[in-house]
């Protein structure tokens, strides 16, 4: 059973810069296709930014530009570096593992709070 855990969040302001981090447990995370969603309370994930196993990657354009997603193969982590941060990125984020090559997401974190000040 694949365990995925991220960094703690976090408050910044707006303008402001965060990282956050999710580990995976397992010893093929190279083969993972690996991103990250976020939720506010009452409302559907939404898709923020995935990269491939090969490291190709992709961004919802609301953070397109701010936002970049990198992977350490020896560390079994992927990060998400986020900038320019805006109010309206104040969700809860999820780091999500495919497994199966599918780019469907069967594997899921606990969730961090990121919250940005305006």
């Keep these: 059973q694949l ?12 303008g402001g810069s965060l990282r956050l981090s999710c580990v995976a447990s397992g010893r ?3 083969s993972y296709n690996m991103a990250w969603f976020r939720q506010a309370a009452g409302k559907e994930s939404e898709f ?4 491939s196993w090969s490291r190709g990657t992709s961004y919802a354009d609301s953070v397109n530009g701010r936002f970049t997603i990198s992977r350490d193969n020896a560390q079994n982590t ?3 570096q986020m900038s320019s941060m805006k109010p309206e990125d104040t969700d809860v984020y999820y780091c999500a593992a495919d497994t199966r090559g599918r780019k469907e997401y069967n ?8 919250t940005v000040s305006s």
């Design 48 to 51: 923020v930014a995935a990269i």
């Design 107 to 114: 594997y899921w974190g606990q969730g961090t709070q990121v």
């Design 28 to 30: 093929t995370f190279y």
């Design 78 to 80: 992927v990060y998400l």
């Design 3 to 14: 365990q995925l855990v991220e960094s703690v969040g976090g408050f910044v302001h707006a």
